[in-house]
């Protein structure tokens, strides 16, 4: 169906209405963005907003790098982290000061004051004046003030032997909150994007975007921008782990990445099936009824587009929680490692190249399915591109082979008609299993691999999930379209197996095996 103007304004509209922002104060924000005379004043932006972000992000240990800590925090010495912080704070005033610019001078010059006014209104006026924030130069300078405070304060408990977990999240505490207070540098809003910071400049991606129905048009915009933003992040986290003077503050930008992307698959798992639902609603009931014979055939069309993309999404957000959990606990290492400055920063490195490889690997899954004739978006190397694709698709096509080989096997095993219905259903409780399972490996997996039998393969799923369970004839069908999938992928593995771009790397049956495992947990 041909989009509408405002209908394709959506990407400007997410970019504009995501800020937590009036429309004056989204002007002053522009008008002091614009007139800043900074040379890279877009990286300088991104960064001091995103080590705020960390401030509310990093005191969460589900954001952490490394296994899941089973000791209580009350028994926990927070130095290190403290540490960290501290490095985050000075790190914050910098950028702070490179924005402020010749206005810094006012920042000096007000602290002297403080310390020569005798008279107590006076030093309440300027309390207040310091407070103000009026204007974005306004708020910068309120950070200014804070956070230099912060340091103070953040320089005096790193001088204790340890540090409990109260002392620690007081300090956090407060200097969440009064982030939350800036009137215009406040980031600490999910899924939250900034037309500064946040512009999609793949003009494939854009291609994607100019081309995605109405109805998906916003969910995919949102998608690619969150893609996009946890790509600056990994190579923030790389321009952080080049320096060991810098390495440990990457952790601060891995906990957003980490808080971001669980953010992200939440909404895909959850929200966006509504919201595409909520968008196609308007999108019928603003056909005319006398017109509606005309366009049923492109409404069902668009139905069924809708239904393969939510799958899809569904798909990504599972592969994208599973592989982000994978690396962030066994490949990054954890904040309280004991590693060497001079090698922690390598392994940030090659930890951030996974997340950036499932990132890639998740844009051309919702490019490819909004746009299947598309071509790949330029987002790695040609060869490394290739060699990380064949990896992965090798890898999942093992590991849902054997969840088609163990749901044939209980098929199999599975009374016809079972003499009591209470218990025929825990008899079939492995088909609900085997329906998750496929919601979160087989789908995508069945569309990547161009299976000749794709229609017939969906039409037998849906029987089983549709009626009851204990319907033979219906599990005699998914069997047989099981039976001919599973041979399908058995010749595709080895086809993958013999590519080029892989011939040098065995299949290391033993990681899949583990990540099998993170993927069944998840279903």
């Keep these: 169906m041909v989009s509408s103007p405002s209908v394709r304004d959506v990407y400007a509209n997410l970019l504009r209405d995501t800020r937590n922002l009036r429309r004056e104060q989204a002007r002053a924000r522009d008008g002091w963005y614009s007139a800043l005379p900074l040379e890279r004043k877009e990286d300088a932006l991104f960064e001091l907003e995103m080590l705020l972000k960390a401030f509310g992000c990093f005191g969460n240990p589900r954001n952490h790098p490394g296994p899941p800590n089973r000791t209580p925090a009350v028994a926990h ?262 590693i060497p400055t001079e090698a922690l920063g390598p392994q940030l490195v090659l930890g951030t190249a996974s997340l950036r490889a499932t990132l890639h690997h998740a844009i051309r899954i919702i490019g490819h399915e909004l746009v299947p004739e598309l071509q790949d978006p330029e987002l790695a190397s040609p060869d490394l591109s290739r060699r990380e694709t064949s990896l992965r698709l090798r890898r999942d096509v093992w590991m849902f082979s054997q969840v088609l080989r163990a749901f044939l096997a209980k098929a199999q095993a599975a009374p016809e008609r079972p003499a009591d219905a209470w218990a025929g259903a825990t008899s079939f409780h492995f088909v609900r299993e085997f329906l998750e399972h496929f919601r979160a490996i087989g789908y995508q997996l069945l569309r990547l691999s161009d299976y000749h039998r794709l229609e017939g393969f969906m039409d037998a799923l849906a029987g089983l999930g549709d009626v009851d369970l204990l319907d033979p004839e219906r599990l005699e069908i998914a069997v047989r379209e099981c039976e001919g999938f599973y041979a399908h992928l058995d010749k595709l593995f080895h086809e993958i197996s013999k590519r080029a771009e892989i011939s040098d790397h065995p299949f290391d049956k033993r990681a899949a095996v583990e990540h099998l495992k993170l993927y069944l947990g998840a279903a």
């Design 77 to 338: 010495d927070f130095t290190e982290e403290l540490r960290i912080l501290r490095d985050g704070m000075n790190q914050t005033v910098a950028k702070v000061r490179e924005l402020l610019g010749e206005r810094d001078r006012a920042y000096v010059f007000s602290r002297y004051l403080e310390s020569v006014l005798p008279e107590d209104a006076l030093r309440t006026r300027l309390v207040k004046d310091q407070l103000a924030q009026d204007t974005p130069q306004e708020s910068l300078f309120v950070l200014r003030n804070t956070f230099g405070a912060f340091v103070e304060m953040a320089d005096g408990m790193t001088r204790l032997d340890r540090i409990p977990h109260r002392l620690y999240f007081a300090l956090l505490g407060t200097v969440t909150r009064e982030i939350g207070r800036n009137t215009y540098f406040d980031p600490l809003v999910t899924l939250e994007f900034r037309p500064e910071l946040d512009r999609i400049r793949n003009h494939r991606i854009l291609e994607v975007l100019h081309e995605a129905p109405d109805a998906s048009h916003r969910v995919a915009a949102l998608c690619f921008l969150s893609l996009f933003r946890a790509l600056r992040y990994a190579r923030l986290v790389d321009e952080f782990a080049a320096e060991p003077a810098t390495t440990r503050r990457a952790y601060l930008i891995l906990s957003v990445f980490r808080s971001d992307m669980r953010a992200l698959t939440r909404y895909l798992g959850q929200q966006a099936a509504e919201h595409m639902s909520d968008a196609f609603e308007r999108q019928l009931l603003a056909v005319p009824a006398s017109e509606l014979p005309l366009h049923r055939d492109a409404l069902a069309r668009d139905a069924s587009e809708l239904l393969r993309f939510r799958r899809t999404l569904e798909s990504v957000a599972n592969m994208l929680n599973v592989e982000i959990r994978k690396i962030f606990e066994r490949e990054l290492p954890a904040l309280h490692e004991p």
